[in-house]
Structure formats: C-alpha cells, structure tokens
C-alpha cells in the first residue's frame, strides 16, 4: 500500500524558512516524479512543485521560483520542500504526491496523496 | 499559464439522480503525439487527500466505482456521477498536466439536496 506521510509543518514568522519531509513507502520511490500541491484553509488546490525521479529536473509554480526548493533522498524514498522567505500568503496545507507512471517527469497525473502538513505564517 | 474553469461552483442533487461537473480549459491540453487530454478529475472530502477518480479526461482510476465517468470536448470536460450516493458528497477538482504550471480548476461542491 502506498503511504506519504509529510511532516515539518509549523507556525513561523514572516520572512523566516521551513523545510517540509515526505516519508514514502509501498513503491519504488526512485522510479516516480514527486510533487508538493498546497491549500490555502477555505481555498482550491495549487500545484507548488514536481522533482522527477531521478532529482535531475524540477519545476516550481512562478510565483514561488527562487523562494521554495525540492530535492529527494532516493536512498531513504523522501522528499523535501525546503522554503524560505516566507509570506503570510503561503499560509497553506502541503501535500507530497506521487506521480502515477513510472519515469515520467512531465504529463503524469497525480496517482496518490498524503494527508498533508499545515504550515502557518504569522507574526 | 492555463486556466481551468469549473462550473457550476455547487450544486445540490438528490440521491440516485446524476450530477454533472463542467470543467473548461483555457488552452488545448492535447498532446497530439498520444491524441490524449492530460486532464485529470479528484474528490477531495474535508480531513482527507484528495483521491483520483480520472485521468487522460475519461479513464477511471482503478477501484473507483463506474458511476464516475469523464467525457471531453475540444477543450470542454465533464465529469458525470449517473446515480448519486451518499458519500458522494464531497469537493470535485478537475486539472491539468499538460503544462507546467500544473493547474486547477476553482472547485465544485457537490451536496445532497
């Protein structure tokens, strides 16, 4: 069975940093593309970032180019989300997700979710 | 970037009658290489993940029950519940990953009238 479970998820202060974990099992972690999807409380879905499964290429969503940075430990099937800068905007429930075919970066939909980590911005 | 638009926002159906969720895309999101639509449908119910119901706009994720189905249009995209239960009742997002940035539409709630 397929599990992701996120942690790292706190309150912190404008302008301050975060690095969010994925623990994954019950699949080859190095084979998928993972991904990071954030809700704003009351608000839709927002895709943040993916990493394709072998850590070589990521893309992020514009806004948060040059604030937020993935890698992954494929050795240890984890994922990271290391944020700095942060805004009260960013202010959201983070999910790790899991890409649904095997060596694909790009084009590949979102096959499973963890339950989330909510992060606060807040002074 | 591509904007998804789903309509209506809610939407309040008896059970056992069919719900009907319209998703529209602001660009093509076919790749003409495999002529499939990267468009995918989740149920998001609170306090839990989202769940997959459909990829490639019309194939049902294993194990989801065959009153889900998707259907597409040129850039037009409907997700159909033919006879609602119970736990039906829930938030429905559809998305694409044709291109980054991967996006969604805004969210239809679906509820019991």
């Known amino acids: 069975e397929v599990q992701l479970v996120e942690s790292g998820g706190a309150v912190v202060q404008p302008g301050g940093s975060l690095t969010l974990s994925c623990a994954a099992s019950?699949?080859?972690?190095?084979?998928?593309?993972m991904h990071w999807v954030r809700q704003v409380p009351g608000k839709g879905l927002e895709w943040v970032s993916l990493?394709?499964?072998?850590?070589?290429?990521?893309y992020y969503a514009g806004s948060l180019r040059g604030r937020f940075t993935v890698s992954r430990d494929n050795s240890n099937s984890s994922l990271f989300l290391q944020m700095n800068s942060l805004r009260t905007e960013d202010t959201a429930l983070y999910y790790c997700?899991?890409?649904?075919?095997?060596?694909?970066?790009?084009?590949?939909?979102?096959?499973?979710w963890g339950q989330g980590t909510l992060v606060t911005v807040t002074s | 970037d591509i904007v998804m638009t789903q309509s209506p926002d809610s939407l309040a159906v008896s059970l056992g009658e069919r719900a009907t969720i319209n998703c529209k895309s602001s660009?093509?999101?076919?790749?003409?290489?495999?002529?499939?639509?990267?468009l995918s449908w989740f149920q998001h119910k609170p306090g839990q993940a989202p769940k997959l119901l459909i990829f490639?706009?019309?194939t049902r994720e294993a194990g989801v029950p065959d009153r889900f189905s998707g259907s597409e249009s040129g850039t037009n995209f409907t997700l159909s519940i033919s006879s609602l239960q119970a736990e039906d009742a829930a938030l429905y997002y559809c998305?694409?990953?044709?291109?980054?940035?991967?996006?969604f539409g805004q969210g239809t709630k679906v509820e019991i009238k």
């Open positions: 990493i394709s499964w072998d850590g070589v290429t990521s």
């Open positions: 997700v899991k890409g649904k075919v095997d060596m694909t970066t790009i084009g590949d939909c979102f096959e499973h």
């Open positions: 019950g699949f080859t972690f190095d084979d998928y593309t």
């Open positions: 998305q694409q990953y044709h291109s980054t940035p991967y996006t």
């Open positions: 490639w706009a019309s």
């Open positions: 660009q093509n999101i076919l790749y003409r290489s495999d002529n499939k639509n990267y």
